[in-house]
């Protein structure tokens, strides 16, 4: 099937053809484009929302947050990234799909103007071939009337006897001239005439089928190149589609992390005041003085009962202070805060602590820092003055006392408040300058009875100092492992507490960060201690035995 030879008289069909295809074919680009349109649109505004309901950081806000919240968190991150995937469609399409169409649709212009230019040109050229025939022909045709007029003359006054001879012989030379001259145009006619056969066959058997059959393989190869196209505009979809399920899969990962039980125990960490709930109200019993006895024992048995009772109702007026629901105690400042509930009195007092012995590490090191420098510049003059430190040197000095008064005043306070808690729990203080341990890790000490008269409320137990409850925890095996890490920076843990590692060195893990940026860890040798969460790579066994749950 060849246009040349089934379509050699329809130029003009093939004219409107292959300009249709090319209009097609832009018609198909403007749809990739306003689908490109679409995806970017989709993306920016999934992005916007992101953002929208993502949470503004703020140092203020450093309460753990709840599962839920960290799930909503979670979703809103894999939703970020399905927003990317569609930006990354949105590219493949304009790169692979519109942007190669507008191209080939250049091309494809150029070139069926080129073949429809030579065309036109064939035509006009077998036009141009057909008028000369035609005028030899028509030539031809006059010339040959004009010699019958001249042989009809020539006869005429050859048989007029009235005729002088030199009319008759001037009638001859006029026929032999006109004879001679319709040779001559019959001549050019068939000369002209077998020229124009000659070039109308080669028109339609050989230049028409070669320019033809040109714009046939050019409407293939657009069409070929539509193919293409859908396919990729196909496959710029299903290139992301793993992606995009793993974002979803992390959208029902983040659902399933939901737990309500460690949300329930979060609120009552974040709420819980510390008071102990009020005690029961004696009774006041007002009509002893009604029924009173002039007996002397029954008005001392009267003044005893009525001695108990007061005491009893000092007892309850005094518990009656620490009500829940009674007014807070005004403290003379906000500094050691003294408005809030113990228990949330103690957490404020230990970030505290923490921030400032945060500070007085940094501190500690410039120190170090300044001294070595100090130490360089002496031994090497030309490299700087050793007096030019010195302000630097106290300006730091003053604040490493500064903090070290801060900090011990926040543990005066700290100390109160769990000297008043002390039959909760006993809890570590920050004495060091790198506090390791973040609220909220109490060690189970204290005991309780039904009587809340005699429960215990001693001071914190000390390092050193040890009971049979003690003892009966010392017992007990230690903390198993709830994971593993793989140190990636060397630490050299010279602070108490730390634990050095080596690059590279595997360490078990026994109890995750809370938050401070420390994890607790243990060789295989026994020995256990802190090391920054940021130095080493964690990995935790889910469903461990020793994994922490939040019940």
Known sequence: MSWGTELWDQFDSLDKHTQWGIDFLERYAKFVKERIEIEQNYAKQLRNLVKKYCPKRSSKDEEPRFTSCVAFFNILNELNDYAGQREVVAEEMAHRVYGELMRYAHDLKTERKMHLQEGRKAQQYLDMCWKQMDNSKKKFERECREAEKAQQSYERLDNDTNATKADVEKAKQQLNLRTHMADENKNEYAAQLQNFNGEQH??????????????????????????????????SERKVIPIISKCLEGMILAAKSVDERRDSQMVVDSFKSGFEPPGDFPFEDYSQHIYRTISDGTISASKQESGKMDAKTTVGKAKGKLWLFGKKPKGPALEDFSHLPPEQRRKKLQQRIDELNRELQKESDQKDALNKMKDVYEKNPQMGDP???????????????????EIHKNEAWLSEVEGKTGGR??????????????????SPEGSYTDDANQEVRGPPQQHGHHNEFDDEFEDDDPLPAIGHCKAIYPFDGHNEGTLAM????????IEEDKGDGWTRARRQNGEEGYVPTSYIDVTLEKNSKGAVTYI
Request: proline share 3%; aromatic share 8%.
């Open 425 to 442: 729990g006993d809890r570590r203080h920050s004495s060091d300058i790198n506090h390791l341990v973040t609220q909220g890790r109490e």
């Open 387 to 405: 007096g030019s430190l010195q302000p630097k040197l106290a300006e730091t000095m003053n604040n490493i006392d500064r903090l070290r008064m």
């Open 202 to 235: 080669k028109h339609f058997y050989v230049v028409i089928p070669q320019i033809y059959k040109q714009l046939q393989e050019m409407d293939e190869r657009r069409t070929i190149k539509l193919s293409e196209c859908y396919r990729g505009f196909a496959d």
């Open 502 to 509: 080596k690059e590279g060195e595997v360490l078990y893990i």
